[in-house]
T-cell receptor, first 116, second 113 residues
C-alpha cells in the first residue's frame, strides 16, 4: 500500500459544472503531481505542486487548477466541465520534485470522473 | 505530439514464456525511463526503471533494456505468470523535471495458461 488516497472514487457531473477532486499524499511527501488518464490513453501530466507552490504545468487549459495544503493534502479543481474531461484522475506524491518516479513517487488509486 | 509511444496495444503470451513489451521515445532530453503496471481500479504501480547511463537493468523476472541510439526500450518478463496480466505503461522523465512523467499509451498483457 502506497499511503496515497484519493476521494471520491467515482463521480458523475454534467457539462458546465465544477468539480473538486482530493488527494492525500504520503506523509512527508511535499510534492504532488496530478495526471489525467483518458480511456485508452496513458496518464497525462496536468500540473505539480511543491511546498504549496505550483511547480510546472502540462498542456491543460486554465479551467484546471489546483491547491496544495500544509497537511500533505491537495485538490484538483476543474471548472466548466466538458464531455472530454471524462477520465481517471490520478495524483502522485513524492519527496521532492527531483525524485524520479519509481520507488520514490507513489500513485493513488484515482478518481473516475464521468461528465454527461 | 506523442513523445513516448507503445505501438502494441495488446500482447498475449503463454505462461512460462517470455513477454517482451516495447517502447519508443522521441525526446532526446529524457534521461530516465520507467515501467509501470496497472490493474483496473488501481493506480499505476512502479515495476522497474533505468537511467540513460545504463543499457540494462534487472530485477528478478523483469529486465529493461535501453537502446539510446534507437530511442527504444523494452521490458522482458521471464517467465511470464498469469498474475502478470495487466496494462503496462512506459514512462520517461528528463533532467530538471525528474518527477514529471511522460507516459506511453500502454500495452495490455494477457498471460494465458
Amino acid at each position: 500500500e502506497t499511503g496515497v488516497t484519493q476521494s471520491p472514487t467515482h463521480l458523475i457531473k454534467t457539462r458546465g459544472q465544477q468539480v473538486t477532486l482530493r488527494c492525500s499524499s504520503q506523509s512527508g511527501h511535499n510534492t504532488v503531481s496530478w495526471y489525467q488518464q483518458a480511456l485508452g490513453q496513458g496518464p497525462q501530466f496536468i500540473f505539480q505542486y511543491y511546498r504549496e507552490e505550483k511547480n510546472g504545468r502540462g498542456n491543460f487549459p486554465p479551467r484546471f487548477s489546483g491547491l496544495q495544503f500544509p497537511n500533505y493534502s491537495s485538490e484538483l479543481n476543474v471548472n466548466a466541465l466538458e464531455l472530454d474531461d471524462s477520465a481517471l484522475y490520478l495524483c502522485a506524491s513524492s519527496l521532492s520534485p527531483d525524485s524520479h518516479g519509481g520507488e520514490t513517487q507513489y500513485f493513488g488509486p484515482g478518481t473516475r470522473l464521468l461528465v454527461l | 505530439d506523442q513523445q513516448v509511444k507503445q505501438n502494441s496495444p495488446s500482447l498475449s503470451v503463454q505462461e512460462g514464456r517470455i513477454s517482451i513489451l516495447n517502447c519508443d521515445y522521441t525526446n532526446s532530453m529524457f534521461d530516465y525511463f520507467l515501467w509501470y503496471k496497472k490493474y483496473p481500479a488501481e493506480g499505476p504501480t512502479f515495476l522497474i526503471s533505468i537511467s540513460s547511463i545504463k543499457d540494462k537493468n534487472e530485477d528478478g523476472r523483469f529486465t529493461v533494456f535501453l537502446n539510446k541510439s534507437a530511442k527504444h526500450l523494452s521490458l522482458h518478463i521471464v517467465p511470464s505468470q498469469p498474475g502478470d496480466s495487466a496494462v503496462y505503461f512506459c514512462a520517461a522523465s528528463g533532467a530538471g523535471t525528474a518527477s514529471k512523467l511522460t507516459f506511453g499509451t500502454g500495452t495490455r498483457l494477457q498471460v494465458t495458461l
